[in-house]
């Protein structure tokens, strides 16, 4: 919970608007800054059952009005398929990273995914 308040602190005083954005300068600092803490929460059952889940809700609530100008009709998938995927890939992404025997920083994280 003071890992989500730090990150919805982080987010009400970011004035960035691209999620990643705000995903890659907000949200991975901080993350990192707990990765010993979430190393474990990923790690252990805890990532298979109520934490994810929870996760999992609440940064589709976050990424949802991204997709606002989603175009179904130029869309392969469904505007909430979209998002979902998205969700958990970037959720599977972060879980990989931190559960790293030593996570790289958030930086060289990014540059390897550039």
């Known amino acids: 919970m003071k890992i989500e308040q730090e990150i919805s602190i982080a987010l009400e005083h970011t004035t960035a608007t691209d999620p990643f954005i705000i995903l890659a300068d907000v949200i991975l600092p901080i993350l990192y800054q707990h990765c010993h803490v979430l190393k474990i929460l990923y790690s252990k059952n805890y990532a298979n059952g ?3 889940h929870f996760l999992e809700q609440r940064y589709i609530k976050w990424v949802t009005p991204f997709f606002n100008n989603y175009c ?3 869309a ?3 505007r ?3 998002i979902e995927l998205s969700v958990k890939t ?3 992404i972060i879980s990989t990273w931190l559960t790293q025997p030593i996570p790289e920083t958030p930086e060289t994280f990014l540059i390897s995914y550039n």
């Open 50 to 52: 109520e934490w994810l």
């Open 72 to 74: 179904v009709e130029n």
């Open 80 to 82: 909430s398929f979209a």
């Open 90 to 92: 970037t959720l599977s």
């Open 76 to 78: 392969p998938v469904s």
